[in-house]
């Protein structure tokens, strides 16, 4: 009997169409189980939809639909999406889905009976987008999201509220006591240390102000919070509910959930909330939640509002999945940001996919049928390089499997790329072609072949679940089916008198010059000549500057106008030491509205170019301090 393993996504808030930043998280979660699978476990795989909250009403009304029309129109478009990707998710599971709206009145009603939840009055501040409260303490910069920086609203109502004070030292408890709940570390930390141990508050889970929601059952003006909604997802797409018979199937079989594959910034609502629901339900906690880091854009987090985005079905259509996948998980690192560029994607995929992959499969495949009649010869005894070659390939094996098992799927592309790098290199060092020449050789010319072959092999079985498309297309040109991992634990998987396929170009080079910033160049909103005049602009003179002590990115700037002094907090403190800037004249908006970072004043916002390397804009020595810059 095969051992089950159940992994999640994220559901997609249906708000408005994911972009490639949004998408990382169902191509991780789809590697993870393409590698399950062929690893000999069972998989569920779920994803889906958020469908509900203030946030989409708000959208539908500004487009002037209704809620519903909105959500669907979101998961049409993600679904299709997923398609093209090729996402193979075993259930798509929607909020609206009355199965499931069931069942969440359901379990909101037993939490209710149990006192877990209770009515009372709120008082806070509310975040739209993130669909979450806050509490004065957790509020950093003023009137700021912690995760989101939209402006929050103080919200007033009654509404019901879930004890999650009550099951603080339970939680800290089991996350102290099993250190591979939250992965990676630095997520752990972070929720223990920022969350937990300050102590939780109660949770509001309802909310009477809002229409687009699931109603308590027994108070119909309340609707049930977004989170306990969403959330309750990843039990109710297996058939849960308080009220299920014993037998329900698919609940009974995987559940509990092996890894829930989250980003980073909904960490916290999987690793305290939804463990303290369960908890509170009865029902076995999941066993491990992934918080993977974000994919970038120009090295800052993509935004529909700021234009800065790209969106996967542009990309894919002209440059196909595998491509797309590749570089995402690629580039990607286990817990740490990546950045989708141009010429980083261009690069990537010339590189590794054309030049490594692509050349060594051609290469070998032309070779077999030029000189074997296309099929796979027989192997007389290994020299020195076929078993470093050899050697080279196992290990590899190795490591990719060690890294696919910790969710390192970078680490273990990595490996795999150092197995094929070899290869190229060996064929270099054999000379096949030279060997051709000499009948006497043969043996030792089929034996070269077989072991490219093999080593092409290993590399497609271990690439499947990142480019399954193209791993298809190499077990048909090397003219085998097997691709088990059991078969990665010894170099002779490759069936000698088997015939190769046509060799043909697994992927077509990208030129440099092609317009892929076309698909993916955000665009700026034009504004008017009367819009940009309000902008003031002044020349500004250093007079002192100071690192901020509880931030490695911040420098307080204290400035001179000529007609008063100011204070600017800038971001720049990785590019530029307190000295380099005293004494310099430098651009400064001085009508924009005073702020607070890390609690000191800013009083405007300093001129800088670049992204990865931030250089300060500095007005000439001779301009005047105060003049405004036309």
């Known amino acids: 009997m095969k051992e089950k393993y159940y992994i999640t996504t994220a559901i997609a808030y249906a708000s408005k169409n994911p972009h490639i930043g949004n998408d990382y998280d169902p191509v991780v979660a789809d590697a993870i189980a393409r590698f399950k699978r062929l690893a000999g476990y069972e998989v569920f795989f779920l994803t889906g939809t958020d469908e509900h909250g203030q946030k989409i009403e708000e959208t539908a009304r500004e487009a002037g639909i209704s809620p519903q029309e909105c959500v669907d129109r979101v ?14 998710y075993d259930k798509f599971i929607r909020t609206t889905f009355d199965y499931h709206e069931r069942a969440v009145q359901k379990i909101f009603t037993k939490l209710y009976e149990s006192d877990d939840i209770y009515k009372d009055e709120y008082e806070g501040l509310y975040c739209v987008p993130c669909e979450s409260f806050y509490t004065a303490s957790q509020v950093t910069e003023e009137s700021k999201c912690p995760a989101c ?39 752990r930390n972070e929720m ?12 509001c889970v309802t909310r009477s102000s809002i229409n687009w929601g699931i109603p308590v059952e027994f108070d119909k003006e309340h609707k049930i919070y977004v989170w306990l909604d969403a959330l309750s997802n990843y039990i109710t797409a297996l058939g849960y509910s308080p009220d299920m018979d014993d037998n329900v199937e698919l609940f009974n079989k995987y559940w509990p959930c092996d890894l829930h594959v989250i980003g980073k910034d909904i960490v916290r609502f999987h690793t305290i909330y939804w463990p303290i629901f369960l908890k509170a339900l009865g029902v076995e906690i999941p066993k491990q939640v992934y918080g993977h880091p974000w994919v970038l854009f120009g090295g800052e987090k993509m935004s529909k509002s700021t234009g800065n985005i790209a969106y996967s079905k542009d990309v894919v259509e002209k440059y196909g999945a595998d491509a797309l996948r590749y570089y995402l998980l690629c580039e990607t690192p286990f817990a740490a940001d990546s950045t989708f560029t141009h010429e980083k994607f261009v690069s990537r995929i010339n590189t590794d996919l054309v030049n490594t992959l692509g050349n060594l499969v051609h290469r070998t495949i032309t070779m077999v049928d030029k000189y074997f009649d296309g099929v796979i010869p027989s192997v007389v005894g290994y020299d020195a390089l076929d078993e470093d070659l050899k050697n080279t390939a196992l290990n590899a094996s190795d490591a990719y499997l060690k890294a696919m098992n910790e969710y390192r799927v970078s680490d273990a592309i990595d490996a795999v790329l150092k197995m094929l790098h070899r290869a190229n290199k060996y064929i270099d060092e054999t000379t096949p072609w030279s060997l051709a020449k000499d009948e006497n050789k043969k043996d030792r010319l089929g034996n070269v072949l077989y072991n490219l072959l093999e080593s092409i092999r290993f590399g497609a079985i271990m690439l499947s679940p990142v480019i399954p498309e193209m791993s298809d297309k190499i ?21 000698s008198g088997n015939s190769v396929g046509k060799a043909e170009m697994l992927y077509a080079r990208i030129e440099e010059s092609e317009p892929v910033e076309e698909v993916t160049q955000p665009q700026t909103p034009e504004i008017t000549i009367e819009e940009f005049l309000k902008t003031d602009i002044r020349v500004a003179l250093v007079t002192h500057c100071e690192k901020l002590s509880k931030s490695d990115k911040l420098l307080i700037l204290h400035l001179d106008l000529g007609y008063e002094k100011r204070q600017v907090v800038a971001g720049i403190a990785k590019f530029y030491a307190s000295d380099d800037l005293i004494g310099k004249k430098i651009l400064v908006v001085s009508n924009l509205k005073a702020t607070k970072l890390k609690g000191i004043q800013s009083e405007g916002m300093i001129l800088a170019s670049g992204e990865d390397e931030v250089k300060v804009v500095f007005a000439d020595i001779s301009a005047e301090i105060g003049s405004r810059v036309h």
Not at 75 to 88: G, P, R, T, V
Not at 149 to 169: D, G, N, V
Request: proline share 2%.
């Open 149 to 187: 920086s939209a402006t929050l609203k103080i919200a007033k109502e009654t509404a019901y509220f879930f004890r999650l004070s009550k099951y603080q030292k339970w939680l800290e408890e089991h996350i102290e006591n099993h250190k591979d709940f939250i992965i990676p570390e630095s997520r």
């Open 192 to 203: 223990l240390n920022n969350f937990i141990k300050p102590g939780l508050q109660d949770l």
């Open 475 to 495: 077990f048909m040109q090397i003219g085998t089916e097997i691709r088990t991992h059991e078969s990665l634990q010894k170099f002779n998987g490759t069936v």
């Open 75 to 88: 998961a049409a478009y993600i679904m299709e999406n997923y398609k093209l990707l090729n996402i193979s």
